[in-house]
Nanobody, 120 residues
Framework: QVQLVESGGGLVQPGGSLKLSCVAS????????MGWYRQVPGKQREMVAR???????DYADSIKGRFTISSDKAKNAVYLQMNALQPEDTSVYYC??????????????WGQGTQVTVSS
């Protein structure tokens, strides 16, 4: 089992910045993907940004150039620096860790979610 603890959400004015943090603990394999998703009521959860096990970063088109994901493998942590926030970025943000066992079984874990509200 893997536990994900998120922090850093809150209320910010349009154009402002926030940084989300997520630390994983438990049965973590050597190679895993870790990232951030978001979801608003009535809509599907969408990928925001993730760092793959190979160290590459993927971003949703809607946040490219504004958000930056980074990771610290030694701490099993991932961070999301969010700049130039817009009201449409308002959502619950979830940390995700996805990994495969040596025999190919996929394990997918979620944090409890942290609310980000962008409003004046």
């Amino acid at each position: 089992q893997v536990q994900l603890v998120e922090s850093g959400g809150g209320l910010v004015q349009p154009g402002g910045s926030l940084k989300l943090s997520c630390v994983a603990s438990g049965s973590i394999f050597t190679t895993y993907d870790m990232g951030w998703y978001r979801q608003v009521p009535g809509k599907q959860r969408e990928m925001v940004a993730r760092v793959t096990g190979k160290g590459t970063a993927d971003y949703a088109d809607s946040i490219k150039g504004r958000f930056t994901i980074s990771s610290d493998k030694a701490k099993n942590a991932v961070y999301l620096q969010m700049n130039a926030l817009q009201p449409e970025d308002t959502s619950v943000y979830y940390c995700n860790l996805n990994q495969f066992s040596p025999v190919g079984i996929e394990f997918n874990f979620w944090g409890q979610g942290t609310q980000v509200t962008v409003s004046s």
